[in-house]
Structure formats: C-alpha cells, structure tokens
C-alpha cells in the first residue's frame, strides 16, 4: 500500500502497555490461512490487532480483487468506517496461520472515548488511512462518466465530499472504458454509472440511492423519539453533534449533500483560530465528522429536512424522498443555499463549466487554462487564490469598485501579490456562449466605462452570496425580512403570540417561537456569518437543549 515512511504512518505498530489496554476490552482468537474476516460491504466489522501471522487488505475490482497491503504482528485493522458504523470498503483475510485480539465497534469506541493516547493514535491513522485510499482510488466504487456530464460532477463531488474512495473512468480519455461497459451491459445513456463493489451497477444515481447503497442514510429509525434532530451537518450542526454527543444525548443530523455544508468546500480556511497555517474546509469537515461520531452521533447523509410539523413536542421532521424523524428537541441548522444568478442562460452551463465550489475537484477539470471567478467575498477571494496555483490565469470579476467593501484584508493582500490574476472592478458578465452542453466564452461589461470583452474561457466560478435555507420550515417559526430565523430577543409579542408560546418563560436567546426548537449558524437572523461564530452558538445552544429537555 505504501512504501517507508508512508508505511510507517499508516500501519503504526502498537507497544505493549496499548495492547494490554486493548485487550481488556478484546478477545484473543485463532485465525486460520485464507480465513475471510470481513468481505467488502459488510455492514458491520471487527477491529483487530495481529498478535501473530498477517492480515491482507483487499479492493474489489469488477471481475476481480486486488491486494492493497499485508499486515503484521503488533498493527491493526480498519479506517473511519469502524468509528462511523458504515459499511466497509475493503476485504480482509488472513494470510497465514496466526492470532489476532479482536474488538466489537462498540468496545473500540469505549477506547476511544476513554483512553486519549490511544484515541490520538487510532483516529489520526484512521484518518490517513481513508485519506491515501481517496488519493489512490482504492475503495469500492468505480465511476464511468464524462467530464462534460453534470451528473458526472455531481456523483463526485457527492463521493469525495463524503469520503467515498472510488476509481474515476472518463469515457472519452480511458481506454479501459469499453470492456468494463460491455462486461455490464452499459449503454451511453446509462452514462455516467456507477458500479458498486465490482458488482452492483447503478446506472444515473441520484444522491440519495448512492448514499442507500454506501450506508450513509442508515441512521434513520422509524418510530424512534430522538433527543435532539439537527437539521444541517454545517460547522454548527456538527458543534452540536460533538457537544450533545459527548454529553450524552442521543442525537441524529440530517444533511443534504456531506458533512461540513458549504464550509466544507472551502479550499483553505486561514482565519479559524487554532490552525495558523490554514485549513481545507473538507479537512476541517472530515475531523469534526469523526469527532462527533466517536461520540455516538448518528448522521443521515442525502436525507434533509423536507417539512417541519408545527405540532408541540415531540416534533416531526418530514424527509426529502418519504419517512419522517421525530425529535424532543431540534436545532435548525440548515445554513444558506448558493443564490442564483442573473446571467443569461447560466442554468444550461451548471456542472459543465459553472460552478459553485472551488476544490481540487474543480480545479483538475480547469488544468492550465484561463478561469473566471465572480464575486468579491471572502469566498470568491479563497477560491481566487486557490486556482491561481494551476490555472493560466484568473479573471475575478466584482461589481463593487473595490474588494475592500466585502473581504477580509489578508485576503486582499494574497491576491494582490498574485501575477497571474486580474481583479476587475464595477465589471458584470452579460453573456455565456457555447455551441453545445459545455461552456465556451464568456462576455463581461465594465459599468463605469461601458465596455465589453469577450473571452475564451470554459470555467466560471459562482461566488455571489447565498440566501437562508429556510423554505422547507414552512411557517413554522418567524423569519426576519431576508428570509433568517428569529430567535430569542429578536422574537415579537406579535410572533409568540402568532405561536401561542405556553412557557412562562420567555425564549431561550437561540431559540425560536417554539418552545425546544433552537437555531444556530448562518440559517439564524442577527449571526455572524463565520465557521467560529456557528461553532459557539452551536455549543451554547446544548446547554439550552438540556433545560428544555427537563421541561
């Protein structure tokens, strides 16, 4: 799987004072040559630690299998999927005679929880491990598509955002396309598909049934009351699930797309306190991700709020595609959606040139070709200075006369110093050409002068705000003139009134005109529209939910 030092990041080898702490919560067993320990796709697994003998790793490949790594005494199994309880990506079997001691998943999150050393060293190889199989396509899904294909884009997005490792195809350019297409009956369109564990064919798939057939949405229990329902799995959803987890609650997060909202597509975060050399929101993501699920948190992926009851206690969540969630108390944490632009025919180019996000997915579909950025925010000027690093040239458009009405200074100064970008002021696009499903040309006007240029360029970026996530409440609690969740003071007489408040109380400052449904981060009237600002009114907010709990 990797070669020294990689080899030793990645399979550390335990001392004996850690194996003695392991097994008292393990069990020593025989394993016998070419014994089978868990196929891929088995829903739940075992952790082990070789006592003796070894263990081969193995990917799925369609007609085949292929060997990721062997392991030896004193190095253990898994990745992010034990402590996540989601099915597995790779096989394991025993290539020779040996013994191993083995764990529940249940018992290693009792180590984790409990034992810091070896939770740091457990998480973080977990966390390695997951990270080079993504680098290398090792895991149990391959992708046949095309780089002109939205549906394309958006499975991998979907499967890179939620830590799926999976081989990518492109029809036109892999020369391996036309036998795997012929072995499963694939026909053009069919395109793209995905092929599940060198077996399953999943021809079009939607968010939804990728995220059924991965066990990303199989948290959801039918009947069951929860603690507390969070809505978005943004920075404050996942606050939430890490503090309302670590407190013992049982708590349960929708979310639309994958952990870390629209933070999580943030090329590099440099403003978040405790990370001075700056962090990939994905990254970011994927920590507070496992964090919260060493806790015991459980998330629903691809499965968001659809509709709120108004009804009191316990509320009901209605989910997008059928079902619904109960919950004693919930936190709206739905964030805000890209808003729409004005251009001209924008819709025809969205995920075949337009986009909405700047991460390496992205930014390897531009290669080194001229890119356009529009928006003046601190969003657009990450993105800005993330594809500057590959693209020719980078054209960031803003309708402001200068960047200073919008983005933070450190920002300015990087782009500033960049050579290959142009910042053009008061300047809007009026055009998007291309003869067919991709984008070609784009034209722009500057407004003071009048003037318009058109250029050759096949990548625009959508950087122009976004507006409250807050359609799917449908009345149920007040909103302020943008369309944000009120709460607390900001709640009228005229509000509590409209919901009959029954408490003698007055509302919590997080809560809404529903006595235990709270609100936090960026869907919230008044918040500051930072990643640390959700985080803090998302761990105030728990402390809220335990007294209306009592309630």
């Known amino acids: 799987m990797a070669e020294a030092p990689d080899r030793d990041r990645l399979f550390p080898k335990l001392n004996d004072a850690q194996v003695a702490r392991i097994a008292q919560r393990g069990e020593r067993r025989s394993v016998r040559r070419n014994e089978v320990l868990w196929e891929v796709g088995a829903p739940r697994i075992d952790f082990y630690v070789i006592l003796s003998g070894s263990i081969e790793i193995v990917q799925p ?51 984790v929880q409990t034992d810091p050393e070896l939770s740091d060293l457990l998480l973080r190889t977990f966390l390695q491990r ?13 992708l046949v598509g095309s780089r002109h294909s939205a549906d394309t884009l958006r499975i991998r997005e979907f499967l890179s955002r939620n830590g799926r490792p999976y081989t990518y195809l492109d029809v036109e350019s892999d020369e391996r396309v036309q036998d795997l297409l012929e072995r499963f009956g694939v026909r053009p369109e069919d395109l793209p598909a995905l092929i599940v564990r060198g077996k399953l064919l999943l021809r079009k798939p939607t968010n939804v049934e990728i995220a059924e057939h991965f066990g990303l949405s199989s948290a959801i229990e039918d009947g069951k009351v929860h603690d507390l329902v969070v809505v978005g799995a943004g920075p404050a959803g996942l606050a939430a699930a890490v503090y309302a987890a670590s407190e013992g609650l049982d708590v349960l997060v929708l979310e639309t797309h994958a952990p870390g909202g629209q933070a999580g597509t943030s090329s590099r975060i ?40 108004c009804e009191p206690k316990p509320y009901t969540i209605e989910l997008e595609g059928g079902g619904a969630v109960k919950a004693r108390t919930a936190l709206i944490a739905s964030g805000v959606r890209y808003r729409s632009s004005d251009i001209p025919g924008v819709e025809r180019f969205e995920g075949t040139g337009v986009y909405h996000a700047a991460t390496h997915l992205e930014a390897q579909l531009c290669g080194r070709e001229e890119v356009a950025v529009v928006g003046g925010a601190n969003s657009a000027g990450q993105a800005v200075v993330f594809l500057a690093r590959t693209a020719r040239h980078v054209h960031m458009l803003v309708r402001g006369s200068s960047l200073a009405e919008s983005m933070s200074r450190y920002l300015i100064r990087c782009i500033e110093e960049l050579p290959n970008v142009t910042v053009r002021t008061q300047t809007r696009i009026v055009a998007l050409e291309g003869s067919g499903p991709c984008l070609e040309r784009v034209r722009w006007r500057n407004d003071a002068t009048g003037e318009e ?69 960026d869907v919230r009237a008044g918040s500051v529209k930072r990643i640390a600002s959700a985080v803090g ?14 309630e």
């Open 270 to 309: 440099e403003n978040y306190l405790g990370f001075p050399a700056g962090i990939s929101g994905q990254l970011l993501a994927a920590r507070a991700f496992t964090q919260a699920n060493k806790f015991g948190a459980k998330f629903a992926i691809a499965r968001s709020g659809a509709a709120l009851g």
């Open 61 to 111: 490949l369609p007609g085949r299998e292929e060997s990721i790594t062997v392991q030896g005494p004193r190095e253990f199994t898994g990745d992010v999927d034990l402590i996540f309880g989601h099915p597995a990506v790779v096989g394991a079997r025993a290539r020779e005679d040996g013994e191993v001691l083995a764990l529940r998943r249940e018992a290693l999150l009792a180590v």
């Open 537 to 550: 009114e998302a761990a105030a907010c728990i402390q809220l939910v335990h007294k209306a709990l009592q």
């Open 453 to 521: 240029e058109t250029r050759d360029i096949h990548h625009l970026f959508l950087m122009i705000g976004a507006d409250p996530n807050t359609a799917w409440l449908g009345g149920c609690v007040a909103l302020d003139d943008k369309g944000f969740v009120k709460t607390g003071n900001d709640l009228s007489a005229e509000d509590l009134a409209k919901a009959r408040w029954p408490l003698a109380r007055s509302p919590y400052p997080l809560e809404t005109m529903l006595p235990g449904l709270f609100a936090a981060g």
């Open 130 to 142: 997951r990270a080079f199989l993504i680098a290398h396509g090792k895991g149990d899904a391959v």
